[in-house]
């Protein structure tokens, strides 16, 4: 089995500068509901605000923009 690779600092930041236009930055909601339920705070990403509506956007733009390797 092959190793997965480490993400850095740099990546994080790259893929940041590619997404600029592409995916929105979207808020965190606490959650009052879940919350009570987890007996602790719990904020929730509304990636759904995204036009895909979820946050798959970002992972499959990054994926399509890399040059394909064998």
């Given at each position: 089995?092959?190793?997965?690779?480490?993400v850095?600092?740099?990546?994080?930041?790259?893929?940041?500068?590619?997404l600029?236009?592409?995916?929105?930055?979207?808020?965190?909601?606490?959650?009052?509901?879940?919350?009570?339920?987890?007996?602790?705070?719990?904020?929730?990403?509304?990636?759904?605000?995204?036009?895909?509506?979820?946050?798959?956007?970002?992972?499959?733009?990054?994926?399509?923009?890399?040059?394909?390797?064998?």
């Open positions: 089995m092959s190793e997965v690779p480490r850095t600092l740099a990546d994080i930041e790259a893929a940041a500068e590619l600029q236009g592409i995916a929105i930055r979207t808020p965190m909601e606490d959650s009052r509901w879940l919350s009570a339920l987890a007996g602790g705070p719990v904020a929730l990403k509304c990636e759904n605000l995204q036009r895909t509506g979820s946050f798959k956007i970002r992972g499959a733009y990054l994926r399509i923009s890399q040059p394909i390797s064998n």
